[in-house]
């Protein structure tokens, strides 16, 4: 069964740092672009970050560019997002998404994805 878990959410303070994970189950996400989403509380879900299969081709919401840092390592089946100065509006449930039907990621939020993680709550609060 194909499956995406996320995990490192929890609370941090303003200007801290947290990395979240994405760890699959039962594919081999080499051959996957992956997606990096959030939604806060009373708001739509938002694209935050991808990465192509080959790593080649990632992308950043324009509110987090020179912050989160998104990686893989497909060795270990894994896509990373490291986050740095966290400030309180990124607060909200982070989830990891998966596809094989698109290799770039520059319409990686109106092309979709295909599967998806249960989400892990990051706040960022004093």
């Known amino acids: 069964q194909l499956e995406l878990v996320e995990s490192g959410g929890g609370l941090v303070q303003p200007g801290g740092s947290l990395r979240l994970s994405c760890a699959a189950s039962?594919?081999?996400?080499?051959?996957?672009?992956i997606g990096w989403f959030r939604q806060a509380p009373g708001k739509e879900r938002e694209g935050v970050s991808c990465?192509?299969?080959?790593?080649?081709?990632?992308n950043y919401a324009d509110s987090v560019k020179g912050r989160f840092t998104i990686s893989r390592d497909n060795a270990k089946n894994t896509v990373y997002l490291q986050m740095n100065s966290l400030k309180p509006e990124d607060t909200a449930v982070y989830y990891c998404?998966?596809?094989?039907?698109?290799?770039?990621?520059?319409?990686?939020?109106?092309?979709?994805?295909?599967?998806w993680g249960k989400g892990t709550l990051v706040t960022v609060s004093s």
């Open positions: 998404a998966a596809t094989e039907r698109y290799y770039y990621c520059s319409n990686y939020v109106s092309y979709g994805m295909d599967y």
């Open positions: 039962g594919f081999d996400l080499d051959y996957y672009t």
């Open positions: 990465i192509s299969s080959g790593g080649g081709s990632t």
